[in-house]
């Protein structure tokens, strides 16, 4: 039985939330190619019509995926005072989120967040810089090349092919994420000393 069908005959009330999180649900289950309007529908129980309703087209769909996971990744994440270790308590946290969805690591390095949307979820993280002084530029510059290093070594990590449950190969990612992050945030802050 459909998730989106409660009763036979009676249709699903559907959201833009649900709609979402079942995107969501069929990209970790099946990847990003066979997430398309017509499979999503037949997940909920719908004509894939009805889904236009919440969002306009594909790539409408996509961009909600991206701001939901970046979202998710921003949850409950409250930074240190430093901004150093704000930085990499950032890295971590949305490491953590994209390793909890390996299909939708290529979206997310593909998609840009909403830009709004990113600035509104950072703004804590950005007034620990501010707070020593380093000007939004600069610091919106890190954050920015500190997300791209977590994207490409998840990329890199989701990619591979250990055998499940390899402790050695997960070891080896976790050791080798650290020191990457470790010397991108002393350099930043070798730099932003200047």
């Avoid at 990113?118 to 020593?132: H, M, N, S, Y």
């Amino acid at each position: 039985m459909n998730e989106g069908r409660r009763r036979a005959g009676r249709p699903a009330v559907l959201t833009t939330e649900r709609v979402v999180t079942a995107a969501i649900e069929a990209l970790d289950a099946e990847g990003l190619d066979a997430l398309t309007m017509r499979r999503l529908g037949a997940r909920l129980g719908v004509a894939a019509m009805s889904l236009y309703r919440h969002v306009p087209n594909r790539e409408a769909l996509l961009a909600e995926v991206v701001n939901r996971l970046f979202t998710e990744a921003m949850a409950g994440y409250v930074p240190d005072a430093a901004w150093q270790q704000a930085l990499a308590g950032f890295a971590v946290s949305y490491r953590r989120v994209l390793l909890a969805h390996p299909q939708a690591v290529p979206l997310l390095a593909t998609h840009p967040v909403d830009v709004d949307l990113g600035i509104e979820l950072l703004t804590e993280l950005l007034t620990r810089f501010e707070a020593v002084g380093i000007a939004r530029c600069d610091a919106i510059t890190a954050v920015q090349s500190v997300t791209v290093y977590v994207l490409g070594h998840a990329l890199a990590q989701v990619g591979s092919t250990p055998a499940p449950g390899d402790e050695t190969a997960a070891a080896f990612f976790d050791q080798w994420f650290d020191t990457g992050l470790s010397a991108m945030v002393t350099g930043f802050e070798h730099k932003l000393a200047d």
